[in-house]
């Protein structure tokens, strides 16, 4: 499955950006998935994950009630829209699979938030 990020960009603390992840292959929907994001020296963190028919969602405590995660099967997509974003927020974030095992990483697509 290959795995391709978009949206990311520059933006100001408290503004918003919506990122994309589109998958190939005929097994995105019976994957849970997840939004991943790792800056310089740091592990890469989940930070959102949604099960494969999109009943349940998760998240990291730092991006309660500011992210929100979705899937389209039928298009073999995911979305995660972020508002009031915080120069925290700054990194690469990538999609894959909710927990492992992983497939192949995309380049992921950079959010880089200025305060």
């Known amino acids: 499955v290959q795995l391709v990020e978009s949206g990311g960009g520059l933006v100001q603390a408290g503004g918003s950006l919506r990122l994309s992840c589109a998958a190939s292959g005929s097994t995105f929907s019976i994957n849970a998935m997840g939004w991943y994001r790792q800056t310089p020296g740091k592990q890469r963190e989940l930070v959102a994950s949604i099960t494969s028919r999109g009943a349940r969602t998760n998240y990291v405590d730092s991006v309660k009630g500011r992210f929100t995660i979705s899937r389209d099967n039928a298009k073999n997509t995911m979305s995660l829209q972020m508002n009031s974003l915080k120069p925290e927020d700054t990194a690469v974030y990538f999609c894959?699979?909710?927990?492992?095992?992983?497939?192949?990483w995309g380049q992921g697509t950079q959010v880089t938030v200025s305060a």
């Open positions: 894959n699979t909710g927990p492992p095992p992983f497939w192949s």
